[in-house]
């Protein structure tokens, strides 16, 4: 029973961080540029992604698990840019991709069906998100028309997004594995007229 409960607290921990990070590549985006968000709250958010991070860190080095290892490092190098200097937040951000295409990639290699599918979208989207952070940091952003800049500049945002909160999917199956079986339970224990 106590090991059922760590998992489910590790699957709370990992889901809390994804979430802020998927949330956190919307911040900034044309869409919600008019949103200013005080910096207090982006700050707390992001401490509290990293605490998640460390638990889910300490649960997959313990249990020598692989793929919850690369989500892990990926949230807590991400967690990491805001309180790095200059030049290792694009290391740290290097870092965080990669760590969320090797979890995707160990999801595609080691699960099956819907749980494969969600690898894939978290494969693809880190990788676009890595190859599009890198252009928007190059001299192609410069021949960019300024009317399709803003659009341009939200796209590794609305990427980080889709990898994180495909990610949030898959970290959250051992939460979701009771509501799965209670559902079944019903709908076998309920009458067919």
């Known amino acids: ?3 059922i409960t760590g998992v489910r607290v590790v699957s709370a921990a990992a889901v809390v961080a994804a979430v802020v990070f998927g949330a956190r590549g919307l911040v900034g985006t044309i869409w919600l540029a008019s949103w200013d968000l005080p910096n207090g709250l982006l700050l707390a958010a992001t401490a509290l ?3 998640a991070a460390a638990v889910v860190l300490v649960a997959a080095v313990r249990a020598r698990d692989r793929r919850a290892l690369a989500f892990a490092v990926s949230v807590l190098a991400f967690a990491l840019l805001w309180p790095a200097p200059g030049w290792a937040t694009e290391v740290l951000l290097v870092v965080a991709q990669g760590a969320l295409v090797a979890f ?3 999801t595609v290699r080691n699960e099956e069906s819907v749980q ?3 690898g894939w979208v978290v494969t693809v989207a880190a990788s676009l998100w890595f190859v599009a952070a890198l252009l928007s ?3 192609l952003i410069l021949a960019t028309p300024q009317e399709a800049l803003g659009i341009v500049l939200a796209v590794p945002g609305l990427l980080q ?3 994180y909160l495909a990610a949030t999917v898959l970290v959250a199956v051992p939460l979701l594995r009771p509501v799965g079986r209670g559902a079944n339970a019903l709908r076998v224990s309920a009458e067919v007229r």
């Open 137 to 139: 940091n190059t001299a």
């Open 104 to 106: 995707g990639v160990l």
């Open 49 to 51: 992604a990293g605490l």
């Open 116 to 118: 494969r599918a969600f």
């Open 1 to 3: 029973m106590q090991n």
């Open 161 to 163: 997004t889709v990898a």
